[in-house]
């Protein structure tokens, strides 16, 4: 069993992200993540694995006796909530599911209201959360700094795991899961998510979640992605080089109305224009082209469907919200459930919910 313990941050930072899945393994051998980082620790056995518990949890949530049931399973673990981004869903979904868990929370929202502030360094700080909680889930705009506190954490007295709940404009692996938790929902009846396609638009260069969704979709049969933006925000080269090595279909273009007439779903994405350089600078670019509205409904499969990560501005007009193909409100919610997933295979209480009385 490789352990984050046995290697130095030197060599293991220079690993492929293939390379670096079974150091981030749970020890125990259950294949489930201990520190969930990127989307390349999924493959479709995870993922299947992680989607019947969550249906199980919703389910098991359903009844009173069941709920107060899964509120004693981790009653005796703390979850500690560091964003330094700002976040609705993600914190709140988590927050949501530690508490359907039992699992007591405490949280920092903003680095200046933390002694970071009085210059205590990002190491220190994550050090100090470990000494009084039992997992870190934690936002930042800092590419590869989960990753970072996850080999700290690993080499230090209190091993506790880390949740990536979104790093930079590198990495979103929760709101991936729950992206394809989603998806097999919405196919469930339908034949499955084998042999789809799915269209991504919008901001494909810095959305976070483009990058951890399009890998997890490589872990299903013959799937094609295809990305229309802006060419200045056009999927960028290390997702397509994945795509390439895996054999993946996809296409690269600019017509929306001509993806959604071939989607089976349509991801649409925010401009992030937070990321932006120089001020204004997406302001300057043309983006009326790559907006989802009532003309666009009308093209889309009667059993398609319509996603997003949200927040939205207005790339999905809010005519669109109320057709049974808007998905992006259940993708919210589904959060919860595959989140509660997860932090329960992170502790090892897979096996117990799944075999459960309820
Ligand atoms: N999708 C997502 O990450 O939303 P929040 O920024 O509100 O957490």
């Known amino acids: 069993m490789a352990k984050l313990t046995e290697i130095g941050w030197e060599e293991y930072s220079g690993l492929s992200l293939d390379e670096k899945r079974p150091y981030l393994a749970r020890w125990e051998g259950d294949g489930m993540p201990y520190h969930t980082l990127f989307a390349q620790q999924f493959d479709r056995g995870l993922l299947e694995r992680l989607c019947a518990l969550a249906n199980r949890i919703r389910f098991i949530n359903k009844s009173k006796e069941g ?21 609705s869903r993600t914190f709140l979904s988590h927050l949501a599911a530690c508490q359907l868990l ?23 700080s994550i050090r100090t959360f470990s000494s009084y909680f039992d997992m870190i889930i934690m936002r930042s705009p800092e590419q590869g700094l989960a990753e970072k506190m996850a080999w700290e954490l690993s080499n230090s007295d209190r091993p506790i795991p880390i949740l990536n709940a979104g790093s930079g404009k590198d990495q979103h692996p929760t709101q991936a899961l729950l992206d394809i938790y989603t998806l097999i ?28 969704l399009s890998y997890l979709l490589t872990n299903f049969n013959d799937v094609k992605q295809v990305f229309i ?6 999927v960028p080269d290390d997702v397509i080089a994945i795509l390439k090595k ?91 459930w595959i989140r509660a997933a997860l932090i329960a295979s992170t502790f090892g209480f897979e096996k117990t919910i799944m075999d459960c009385g309820y």
């Open 67 to 87: 709920a107060l049931y899964l509120k004693n399973v981790l009653a005796h673990k703390r979850a500690m909530l560091y964003f330094s981004q700002p976040s």
């Open 185 to 212: 929902r919405s196919f469930e009846t339908k034949g499955g998510v084998d042999g789809r396609t799915v269209v991504f638009c919008g901001d494909l260069l810095r959305g976070r979640t483009v990058r951890s």
């Open 102 to 124: 039992g699992i007591t929370t405490g949280s920092v929202r903003d680095a200046a209201t933390s002694s970071e502030f009085k210059g205590e360094s990002k190491e220190d």
């Open 246 to 336: 895996k054999g993946v279909r996809y296409e690269i273009g600019e017509d929306l109305k001509a993806g959604v007439k071939v989607a089976d779903a349509v991801y649409m994405t925010r401009i992030q224009d937070e990321w932006d350089t120089a001020k204004g600078a997406s302001a300057k670019i043309d983006t009326s082209r790559f907006k989802f509205g009532a003309e666009e409904l009308a093209l889309l499969k009667p059993d398609g469907c319509l996603l997003h990560p949200l927040p939205r501005r207005d790339e999905i007009a809010t005519c669109c919200d109320h057709d049974p193909r808007a998905m992006y409100w259940r993708q919210m919610r589904n959060g919860m």
């Open 229 to 234: 933006a802006p060419q200045e925000l056009q």
